[in-house]
């Protein structure tokens, strides 16, 4: 098979959950315990960091392993969903896993693997951590898929847990309130291993300190430790940081989130092991945050495409992370706001909507995938909370006729569902490909 039928048969042997949700979840580590032990363990010959969180994954995991990349090891990321490529989730020292691997993959592994309907993320992680052991990788940097407790990456045992942030998502999967969230996702705390969380609330909080006392982990909260001291937006998006430990740095990642992502990034890196740590100097920090985009590959947080007239895109899907986004909108300095604007049939928008600014013209529409809510019936909810545009039948569309609309003094907004950048960016790289 070539790579895209390669694709294609594990889209449709083993569903994605990004396309079609709760359909494709599998909950338990039973099929994953057997890949494991089918590859004998590939994971215990290299070290890891494991991340989890509601939101800020992505960017953390980016962070460290650029950082670990800078200080000279050779690093795993694994990471998910993938935006354009599915080659995105696997990657080492940046580079993204072969076209050839994943075929040789599957048609190696098909007979094994067919008895056993593994899930697309059950096949994918067990690829990874093979792949990262092929490699011979010094450490790997690994985010949880959905939750912690039963995702099929918490069979490493990592020098370091992560865990970003709590907030409503996924609650069909994870629970209804934030106590039984951080209940799934403090899964991942392991006997005497360190774990960093970056935000605490006043629910979460006991869960956490219940579950790092029962196993004697290690439990530092980000927030209590200050390592940043100052932040500054700079005229370019970037962010520029203060720190207690390595002075004066400048983020590419510039997001409003980034500033606790960037806390929670240095607390980590303090509580990695010392033969680790002696070689993270000021330096290397300063290069992993500034250049973490082009080091990882990492696309889609408060990603500027253009400045004259001001595009940016941005993955934020859930209320959480828009509570960052629609104040940052709002307080761009623009002529008139246009936002494209998509959002996922299983998520509750309405909680999104009311935060949205009202400013804004909108060109709502529906991502490439079969969970996105069809853009006239976002429309229509949108305007409840007086929200006025137009609906589109996909983002291409939505984008290009935003763009013609543009006058130099304006910004455009692509998000509200990683589906939608995902859709965004593809036709941006189909475009570029098609002027060489």
């Not at 338990?28 to 960091?49: M, N």
């Not at 629970?175 to 979460?204: F, M, N, R, W």
């Not at 962010?239 to 980034?258: H, K, N, P, V």
Request: a negative charge.
């Amino acid at each position: 098979m070539s790579y895209q039928e390669t694709l294609d048969y594990l889209y449709n042997s083993a569903p994605l959950f990004q396309n079609i949700g709760a359909g494709a979840y599998k909950e338990g580590l039973t099929t994953t315990e057997v890949f494991d032990a089918h590859f004998d363990h590939p994971h215990r010959r290299y070290a890891t960091i494991h991340v989890g969180g509601t939101n800020g994954k992505g960017s953390t995991s980016h962070t460290l392993a650029a950082i670990l990349q800078s200080a000279g090891y050779r690093v795993g990321l694994y990471t998910s969903p993938h935006l354009v490529d599915f080659r995105e989730r696997i990657r080492v020292n940046g580079t993204p896993i072969s076209e050839q691997r994943v075929v040789d993959f599957v048609a190696e592994e098909r007979d094994f693997f067919e008895p056993l309907h593994p899930s697309f993320f059950e096949l994918t992680t067990a690829l990874a951590f093979q792949y990262f052991a092929e490699e011979q990788v010094d450490i790997a940097v690994i985010e949880v898929g959905l939750g912690g407790r039963l995702d099929c990456t918490n069979i490493i045992r990592p020098l370091l847990s992560v865990i970003t942030n709590i907030s409503l998502d996924h609650t069909q999967f994870l629970g209804d309130t934030l106590a039984k969230i951080a209940g799934e996702k403090a899964g991942i705390i392991k006997p005497e291993t360190p774990v960093v969380v970056g935000q605490v609330l006043p629910e979460t909080h006991p869960i956490f300190e219940a579950k790092a006392e029962s196993v004697c982990a290690p439990l530092i909260f980000a927030e209590e430790e200050g390592r940043v001291m100052e932040c500054e937006d700079l005229p370019d998006g970037r962010r520029r940081y203060l720190t207690s430990d390595f002075g004066r740095i400048e983020s590419a990642l510039g997001g409003a989130c980034q500033v606790k992502n960037t806390a929670t990034i240095l607390s980590a890196i303090a509580h990695l092991p010392q033969d680790i740590r002696r070689c993270i100097t000021p330096e290397v920090v300063a290069r992993g945050f500034a250049e973490v985009n082009e080091l990882t590959g990492l696309m889609g947080r408060w990603q500027v495409l253009d400045t004259a007239p001001l595009v940016v895109c941005d993955t934020g899907h859930n209320v959480d992370a828009w509570h960052y986004l629609a104040p940052q909108l709002e307080a761009l300095s623009c002529h008139h706001l246009h936002i494209v604007f998509g959002a996922c049939a299983d998520k509750d928008v309405s909680h999104i909507l009311q935060l949205l600014p009202s400013k804004a013209h909108y060109y709502f529409a529906k991502a490439s995938v079969e969970r996105a809510l069809p853009a006239d019936v976002l429309q229509k909810k949108a305007a409840q909370y007086g929200l006025s545009g137009e609906s589109y039948a996909t983002v291409e569309e939505a984008y290009l006729t935003a763009r013609s609309l543009l006058s130099t003094e304006d910004a455009l907004f692509i998000g509200g569902s990683s589906f939608v950048v995902a859709d965004f960016l593809a036709f941006l790289e189909k475009s570029r490909r098609d002027l060489s």
